[in-house]
């Protein structure tokens, strides 16, 4: 899991930049006078609370071994990230 974990932060902090700048260069100029919608890093709070919430209840399973008690904490964590994206107005 942490070799997984690893990979995927790696890969977040290089796509991250290099979509942003695409998105500025591809948007930036627009023959049609249209308005420019620019891809942004600003999160809503419950996205980056939800976030942390998820980081920390997956390092409680980092270690290799869980039990039962760790998989209900994982499905009540999933359950209320969930509905709670669903019951959030744009």
């Known amino acids: 899991i ?7 932060s790696q890969i977040l902090c290089f796509i991250a930049p290099i979509t942003l700048a695409a998105s ?3 948007f930036y100029t627009k ?3 249209e308005a420019n919608i620019l891809l942004d890093f600003d999160f809503k709070s419950f996205d ?4 942390i919430f998820s980081v920390a209840i997956c390092n ?3 270690n290799g071994n869980s039990n039962w ?4 904490q994982l499905l009540l964590a999933y359950g209320t990230i969930a509905t ?7």
């Open 2 to 8: 942490a070799v997984t974990q690893n990979s995927t």
């Open 24 to 26: 500025n260069l591809i």
């Open 31 to 33: 023959s049609n006078g």
């Open 48 to 51: 980056l609370i939800s976030t």
């Open 60 to 62: 409680s399973v980092l």
């Open 69 to 72: 008690m760790q998989g209900i």
């Open 84 to 90: 709670g994206f669903f019951y959030m107005p744009f």
